[in-house]
């Protein structure tokens, strides 16, 4: 169902040319790193918000949610569509310890697709998902399967982990960020 419903929300987006990518659990399953998806997590550009929102009132149900103080990201909606949970973040950002760090959606965002039949689905990086989770708590598991795989397959996109760093970021997390750099690199 999960899929089915990715599916008929792309093919929306899609037609309405928004600047959109999937993330979080799809993105991880995509790559076989998890075994299931719990929801649908939707990257947008900022500039489409209005285009998202109008979209997604006609597709599904809006949901409240209260402020997490974890973030500080410029849109999010939270929507049900064929019973499944559908976060949509635009100008995402995480706060933490040492700052905020700020989820950068362009173009070299947009790393890969997959097709659901004859529906293109644009994904996020794992890099960049390597990193938001290391900031975000309770999320050590996705760290871990991403760094592994990123070990054991290499990053086509590490550029993006540079980037991440010269954002503000807790030591910790630029440290093991640069000794990934370093392992790719080698």
Do not use: C
Not at 37 to 47: C, R
């Amino acid at each position: 169902m999960i899929y089915e419903t990715l599916k008929f929300i792309g093919e929306r987006l899609n037609n309405e040319g928004v600047k959109w990518a999937v993330g979080a659990s799809i993105l991880l399953n995509h790559y076989k790193l998890v075994d299931s998806p719990n929801d649908i997590d939707i990257l947008i550009d900022l500039k489409d918000k209005e285009k998202v929102e109008n979209i997604f009132q006609s597709l599904g149900v809006g949901e409240k949610k209260e402020k997490i103080s974890n973030y500080a990201t410029k849109y999010f909606g939270e929507y049900k569509v064929n019973n499944v949970d559908v976060d949509i973040m635009g100008g995402f950002i995480i706060n933490h310890e040492s700052g905020q760090y700020e989820y950068i959606f362009d173009e070299d965002a947009i790393t890969s697709f997959m097709t659901l039949e004859d529906i293109n689905i644009p994904l996020t990086s794992l890099e960049d998902w390597y990193v938001a989770y290391q900031l975000i708590p309770n999320r050590d598991y996705k760290v871990e399967i991403i760094e592994r795989y990123l070990l054991e397959q290499g990053s086509k996109h590490i550029n993006l982990l540079k980037r991440a760093l010269k954002q503000e970021l807790p030591v910790v997390v630029k440290d093991r960020i640069g000794k990934l750099v370093d392992s790719i690199s080698k």
